[in-house]
């Protein structure tokens, strides 16, 4: 992960070897100038560079919206209409009185946008404030979230906390857009062919079935 933080360890690292450049600008120490988050990858040395844009333009959804992170119950000026419209004056704010279209809403948020991992009983306010959005209709920057929950899952795996890899369609949609098959097939190095690709339906017929949207089904030879 590029972030401030990674710039700033550049820069002390090339004072360390070169105390002359000390109190240079990050152009005279040959660095290049640091303008925002990204997160920066290679595959057998093609560079991949994630950012908040590249996640909008991979997932199709516009950074417009709210995003709010590291909220403080006692700062939060929304507190009080979230809960109202969650938990619809419940004595608590638990999990467990939350309204059935909320947690269903919720379930979503932690298994697709906000990967969290474990129970879903304990929520942020973060979380609660991201669902109320939904529930409210109003518009947030996906790709921000997602983009910052990227981060959030590097650092976890960086520091040996636990090993998580967010978002794996959509992080294979980043590095098809990003040329990466194009660039294997251009070396020789693999094909579609040697990597046994298969793309399959979201939903299957047996899913429907399983469902009981449907009752039967024959499957054709060509699946």
Same mark, same amino acid.
């Given at each position: 992960?590029?972030?401030?933080?990674?710039?700033?360890? #550049?820069?002390?690292?090339? +004072?360390?070897?070169?105390?002359?450049? @000390?109190?240079?600008? !990050?152009?005279?120490? $040959?660095l290049? %100038?640091?303008?925002?988050?990204e997160?920066?990858?290679?595959v057998? #040395?093609?560079?991949?560079t +994630?950012?908040?844009?590249?996640?909008? @333009?991979?997932?199709? !959804?516009?950074?417009d $919206?709210?995003? %709010?992170?590291?909220l403080?119950?006692?700062?939060c000026?929304?507190?009080?209409?979230?809960?109202?419209?969650?938990?619809k004056?419940?004595?608590?704010?638990?999990y467990?009185?939350?309204?059935?279209?909320?947690?269903?809403?919720?379930?979503l948020?932690?298994?697709?946008?906000?990967?969290?991992?474990?129970?879903i009983d304990?929520?942020s306010?973060?979380?609660k404030?991201?669902?109320?959005?939904?529930?409210?209709?109003?518009?947030?920057?996906?790709?921000?979230y997602?983009?910052?929950?990227?981060n959030?899952?590097?650092k976890?795996?960086?520091?040996?906390?636990?090993?998580?890899?967010?978002?794996?369609?959509?992080?294979?949609?980043?590095?098809?857009?990003?040329?990466?098959?194009?660039?294997?097939?251009?070396?020789?190095?693999?094909?579609?062919?040697h990597?046994?690709?298969?793309?399959?339906?979201?939903?299957?017929?047996?899913?429907?079935?399983s469902?009981?949207i449907?009752?039967?089904?024959?499957?054709l030879?060509?699946?």
């Amino acid at each position: 992960m590029y972030d401030i933080e990674a710039a700033k360890r #550049e820069e002390r690292e090339k +004072i360390a070897g070169d105390e002359n450049l @000390k109190g240079k600008t !990050r152009q005279e120490m $040959g660095l290049q %100038e640091f303008t925002k988050t990204e997160i920066l990858s290679n595959v057998i #040395e093609i560079p991949i560079t +994630i950012t908040e844009e590249i996640i909008g @333009k991979a997932a199709r !959804r516009s950074n417009d $919206g709210n995003f %709010e992170w590291n909220l403080n119950k006692k700062t939060c000026p929304w507190i009080q209409t979230t809960y109202e419209a969650l938990y619809k004056h419940n004595a608590s704010d638990k999990y467990k009185d939350m309204q059935k279209e909320h947690k269903v809403l919720q379930k979503l948020i932690q298994e697709c946008f906000l990967l969290k991992g474990g129970g879903i009983d304990t929520l942020s306010l973060d979380h609660k404030i991201f669902l109320y959005s939904l529930v409210n209709f109003e518009k947030v920057k996906l790709p921000k979230y997602i983009f910052h929950h990227m981060n959030w899952a590097l650092k976890e795996s960086q520091e040996d906390k636990r090993k998580i890899i967010p978002y794996d369609r959509l992080l294979s949609e980043i590095f098809y857009q990003g040329g990466i098959l194009i660039a294997l097939k251009d070396f020789g190095v693999v094909f579609d062919d040697h990597l046994g690709t298969m793309t399959g339906k979201y939903i299957k017929a047996n899913t429907l079935r399983s469902m009981g949207i449907v009752k039967k089904v024959e499957k054709l030879e060509s699946d």
